[in-house]
């Protein structure tokens, strides 16, 4: 199985900052790389596909990059409702397996 | 508008069995995978496997075989997870969702599953 691990697990971060979540696979994905938001109680959210295209409707402020083993989510500036917890996944083989999620938190 | 509407929370006992269902509208159903997704409480998702929709084959992660079936009823759009023998590590909120290699674009609203004697 691919392993997905994130860094950091946690962040602490000011309304307006600029955040970087990154994703690394024990193995080449290519560009099978999603990220997902999730506030707690509620379903996650697709915000990013194959790596870098923008989910209809998510906010421009949100941006994906990276290709192969190395993969980052970028916020170029953090809104209150950005506090959130954030998964990546791979879809480029099965299982599709999620990291273990960054906790943006307020600081 | 596309959604995945899935059944309520269910408490059960050790050793009985539960089945979610989640019901998709808004799209025609066979053109999309369904996936299945665990949260644990306090913990991440963890990706359990997905059901083909077209012609009803599933497909589980490991630690997600033998108790754990996938089917579909494509009469009512609806694809529905069994847990047999449930025991209290089932406990966590299931999620379904749609989607194939570009991400799961639509999940349903979850379903606690509470395993407690």
Do not use: H
């Not at chain 1, 690394?24 to 997902?36: E, F, K």
């Not at chain 2, 929709?53 to 069994?82: C, E, H, I, K, M």
């Not at chain 2, 290699?101 to 999940?107: F, H, Q």
């Amino acid at each position: 199985d691919i392993q997905m691990t994130q860094s950091p697990s946690s962040l602490s971060a000011s309304v307006g900052d600029r955040v970087t979540i990154t994703c690394r696979a024990s193995q080449s994905v290519s560009g099978y790389l999603n990220w997902y938001q999730q506030r707690p109680g509620k379903a996650p959210n697709l915000l990013i596909y194959t790596a870098s295209s923008l989910q209809s409707g998510v906010p421009s402020r949100f941006s994906g990059s990276g290709s192969g083993t190395d993969f980052t989510l970028t916020i170029s500036s953090l809104q209150p409702e950005d506090f959130a917890t954030y998964y990546c996944q791979q879809s480029y083989t099965t299982p599709r397996t999620f990291g273990q999620g960054t906790k943006v938190e307020i600081k | 508008q596309v959604q995945l509407v899935q059944s309520g929370s269910e408490l059960k006992k050790p050793g009985a069995s539960v089945k979610v269902s989640c019901k998709a509208s808004g799209y025609t159903f066979t053109s999309y995978a369904l996936n299945w997704v665990r949260q644990a409480p306090g913990q991440g998702l963890e990706w359990m496997g997905w059901i083909n929709t077209n012609t009803g084959n599933p497909t589980y992660a490991q630690g997600f075989t033998g108790r754990f079936v996938f089917s579909l009823d494509t009469s009512v759009s609806t694809a529905y997870l069994q847990i047999r023998s449930l025991e209290a590590e089932d406990t966590a909120v299931y999620y379904c969702a749609r989607g194939e290699t570009s991400g799961c674009d639509y999940w349903g609203q979850g379903t606690l599953v509470a395993v407690s004697s």
